[in-house]
């Protein structure tokens, strides 16, 4: 996917610009079952994104090849969360949840938790949706 298309998709997504993180955001994240979707950085690579009960995979494919978690989300309530990954220096973020869509930004703990649902300035951007049970 070209960056255009990447930008075009993220604005489509998130908004018209970037969005401020306000003291309204009460509800915590729900993350339990499945979740996919796309992740973006700064270099421009697109990784497919899976969660899993809160466990986070990456794959450069396109799909999600390995089961295993390479970080785990936790939630700190009010809209931020925080990465845990398995080697010191964990990710801050924020979130925005409307049912089964997810929005999320991190970047490295050093910087500081992201203010706007953007990209730059070192910041990793992901959109899931929840994967519905199977009947």
Known sequence: MSTLAIILAVGMVIGSGPEKVTGEMEENLHLQGDWVGESWGDDGVVWQVKLRDGDLCFSSGKEVASPLP????????HGRFRVDWPLPGDSLGI??????HLVMCCRDGHQGRPTSFRLGSGQLLLILNRVKPRK
């Open 70 to 77: 390479v970080a785990f989300i936790v939630d700190e309530g």
């Open 95 to 100: 979130y925005k949840q409307e049912g089964d």
